[in-house]
């Protein structure tokens, strides 16, 4: 078939960074990051809290939704580390599981979400042309819903669950991811291998797919995690609205909502998940503080 | 300037607002259930639906009913709420809230962020600037849902000093009324406060390096002089440009926080909507925030271009 193009294609590909990257490099990295106090408590808190959210539930035995007749609303103690709920639920395997679902709708909504969101910028900055300014205006009207308003409307269009939350979330990411796409793609389609690409015969989707997709990838890996962080937020105050994921399955928001309405009665229940939402993001965002210092250099040593 | 305002008018704010407007519409048109049938309840005959749908106007061709919807929210009539009453009222009774707490966290954000910002920047370095560095690191990475969660649950559980829901007017009642709005301004407005101050140091920073600011320094005017007359204009530059970006965090943000506060604004009437189908009230509160927002970054964005006329030809292409 096409083996000669495709060993010309080799040829051709400009450095390939991310490709092949050994196990080493990945640890040294970890290691660095650890020689800093704020990376290295950041990196403890982060693995205590997945522990928590991933580990917890497999190990523990206690049923998120078994009610224990006369447990209504208990203090914390070794029993139920967390106390327990207006049913008599473990709150701590609760949160453990909400937080864990949290994670995981916000993982699968972002990457879902930016999988629509960089074809249609890959499109419309290859094609250009009618596309380009179809694409690009209904991106700009879907940025004209501030916030968490566009999600809001969303769910009240599909009906509050876990779907539509996850739809709605992924839609919420589909505009920045692809301006973010675009423009990587008005970027690199001026350099000479996307041209030498084209002279030999690739198709569009050839040449993006192959070729400018690789080149592109850095800038995605940057934005991605920061765009999962916030769509977790997002979850968050959505669930708390009422929003998310419906009874009687535990989720972060539904936690505080639930917790904002028995704060009177119990303190605990309250303060467990909007502790877990919180220390999550301070690490998070020490950890990419960190980080960014780490790999710009400019930025090293200015205060 | 005129015919640049003109031009952002025409090019970009007239089709956003219509296609946000289709948007709305058609989104809460091609939900499944007729409104007709649910303003009549189950008990309705097949034809008393028919004679409902035609009064209502519901069977006109979509296009046209898109058009008497915005031609009637322009005139002020945004139709009726599912509950039966006026769409138009509802949204008068529950702006105030919305807008009194959003225009105090507004400006009090920005005070406190530029005060901030410029203490910073001046103090780089220093141990002002870490503390006021690890403030705004500790705003900007929680939420302000969150935050307001646990200083209600602080302020209100633990020591009672502050009432846990509702809302005075402030106009009436200015005391009660402040009561009421203390913790609500303290969630949505350090948010402000941290971003606007991270802007404001790094914009010091970058203009105290210019030379202008050397040449302040050098004809012997003092520390103080320096900023205040010859770095504070030209630093507010990038400031301006997080406005819009700002309003529309406080638009977002207050929907959760009146929900944390239990405050009877918009956010509340909102998501009391959504829980509830009420479509009307939906699309109507929407359009609203969403016009809102757009206004204001098309204001903007004509600010900056005021401030700073290089910027003219680069936003609104010449033609």
Request: glycine content about 10%.
């Amino acid at each position: 078939m096409d083996t000669g193009p495709l060993s010309m294609e080799a040829a051709l590909q400009p450095e390939r960074r991310t490709t092949r990257l050994p196990l080493a490099a990945p640890l040294r990295f970890l290691r660095r990051l650890a020689t800093d106090p704020r990376g290295a408590g950041a990196l403890t808190v982060l693995f205590i809290l997945l522990v928590f959210g991933f580990i917890i539930p497999l190990v523990v035995t206690t049923s998120p939704f078994e009610s224990v007749r006369g447990e209504r609303l208990l203090h914390p103690s070794w029993k139920h580390p967390f106390g327990t709920d207006e049913l008599s639920r473990d709150l701590f395997i609760r949160n453990a599981i909400g937080f864990r679902s949290t994670l995981l709708s916000g993982l699968f909504a972002v990457v879902g979400g930016w999988l629509v969101g960089i074809s249609l910028g890959y499109t419309a900055g290859y094609r250009g042309g009618l596309a380009d300014t179809l694409i690009s205006r209904s991106v700009d009207t879907l940025l004209a819903f501030p916030g968490i308003l566009l999600a809001v409307l969303l769910i009240a269009w599909f009906g509050p669950g876990l779907t539509s939350l996850s739809l709605a979330i992924a839609i919420f990411n589909i505009p920045f991811s692809t301006r973010l796409a675009r423009a990587a793609v008005l970027r690199e389609i001026v350099r000479d291998y996307v041209l030498a690409a084209q002279t030999i015969g690739c198709s569009g989707s050839r040449v993006l797919l192959r070729h400018v997709s690789i080149n592109t990838f850095g800038v995605f890996a940057v934005q991605l995690p920061i765009a999962i962080v916030n769509s977790i937020l997002i979850i968050a105050a959505l669930g708390f609205l009422g929003l998310g994921e419906q009874p009687p399955n535990p989720t972060l928001g539904g936690l505080l909502f639930d917790g904002r309405r028995f704060m009177r009665l119990a303190w605990w229940y309250l303060l467990a998940p909007a502790s877990i939402v919180a220390v999550f993001m301070l690490s998070l965002n020490f950890l990419s503080d960190v980080l960014s210092e780490m790999l710009d250099p400019v930025r090293r040593g200015r205060g | 300037m005129l015919s640049y305002v003109l031009r952002r008018l025409v090019r970009q704010f007239a089709p956003v607002i219509v296609i946000a407007s289709v948007l709305i519409f058609v989104l809460a048109e091609l939900l499944p259930g007729d409104p007709a049938a649910i303003a009549l309840g189950e008990t309705a005959t097949p034809e008393s639906v028919a004679a409902m749908r035609h009064e209502m106007g519901l069977d006109r061709p979509l296009p046209e009913r898109y058009v008497r919807w915005l031609g009637s929210a322009i005139e002020g009539d945004l139709g009726r709420s599912t509950t039966g009453k006026s769409v138009t009222e509802l949204i008068t009774a529950s702006a105030p809230p919305t807008l009194e707490l959003a225009l105090i966290a507004f400006t009090l954000g920005n005070l406190l962020g530029i005060t901030l910002g410029v203490l910073a920047g001046i103090h780089r370095g220093g141990p002002i600037d870490m503390a006021i560095g690890v403030f705004t690191s500790l705003v900007i990475a929680v939420p302000s849902f969150v935050s307001g969660l646990v200083i209600l649950l602080v302020f209100t559980v633990w020591v009672s000093w502050l009432p846990s829901a509702g809302r005075a007017s402030l106009l009436s009642s200015p005391l009660e009324g402040a009561k009421y709005l203390v913790l609500p301004t303290v969630a949505l407005s350090s948010t402000v406060a941290a971003v606007v101050s991270r802007f404001t140091r790094q914009s010091i920073v970058d203009v105290l390096t210019n030379d202008f600011i050397r040449t302040a320094r050098a004809k012997g005017l003092s520390g103080r002089a320096v900023i205040i007359r010859h770095a504070l204009k030209p630093s507010m530059l990038p400031v301006v440009t997080i406005i819009g970006v700002q309003l529309g965090g406080l638009i977002g943000g207050s929907i959760v926080i009146e929900q944390v506060f239990t405050r009877p604004g918009m956010g509340r009437l909102l998501i009391g909507a959504v829980n509830s189908k009420d479509y009307p009230t939906i699309q109507a509160i929407t359009l609203l925030l969403v016009s809102t927002y757009i206004v204001f970054n098309l204001l903007t964005d004509l600010l900056y271009a005021w401030l700073d006329p290089r910027l003219r030809p680069a936003l609104g292409s010449p033609g």
